[in-house]
């Protein structure tokens, strides 16, 4: 979540510490992965109480950060620059439709369609690492 523009544009900070080499918030990630951490444990325990029942975690922010790491290695020209948004402002976050917002010219090319919500390109790399991993544990066609 530490990527995603519009945590970037709310609780920008002018401290290069608070990023991480990537450009995401630091704290933020830390506290995401400390809550899937936690939830991956409770997802155990409940697997091992309910045996006869398949419980599935599904990772979204493994797959966005190693994305927003190597985005060309993905087909991404950019992750952290939203398609739709306002030229000129902080990770080109605004909502679409404003005064002032477009849309880049090839929205495939990017992670985030705006400034939180990920473009059609990445929601179906995601679904397919959901269906068939690794992003799914275990993978939901498995």
């Given amino acids: 979540m530490g990527c995603f523009p519009l945590y970037l544009n709310m609780f920008q900070s002018s401290n290069k510490s608070d990023y991480d080499k990537y450009g995401c918030l630091t704290n933020h990630n830390v506290l995401f992965n400390r809550h899937n951490s936690?939830?991956?444990?409770?997802?155990?325990?409940?697997?091992?109480?309910?045996?006869?029942?398949?419980?599935?975690?599904?990772?979204?922010?493994?797959?966005?950060?190693?994305i927003v790491q190597d985005p060309r290695r993905f087909g991404f020209e950019t992750a952290l620059m939203s398609c739709c948004g306002k030229a000129g402002a902080p990770q080109r976050f605004t909502i679409c439709g404003m005064d002032g917002s477009s849309v880049c010219h090839d929205p495939g090319s990017h992670l985030l369609w705006d400034g939180m919500y990920l473009s059609d390109t990445a929601n179906r790399r995601i679904a397919e690492g959901w269906l068939s991993g690794p992003y799914c544990h275990p993978p939901i066609l498995q």
């Fill in 38 to 66: 936690f939830l991956r444990s409770s997802l155990s325990k409940l697997q091992k109480k309910h045996s006869h029942t398949r419980i599935m975690y599904a990772d979204l922010a493994s797959n966005i950060y190693q």
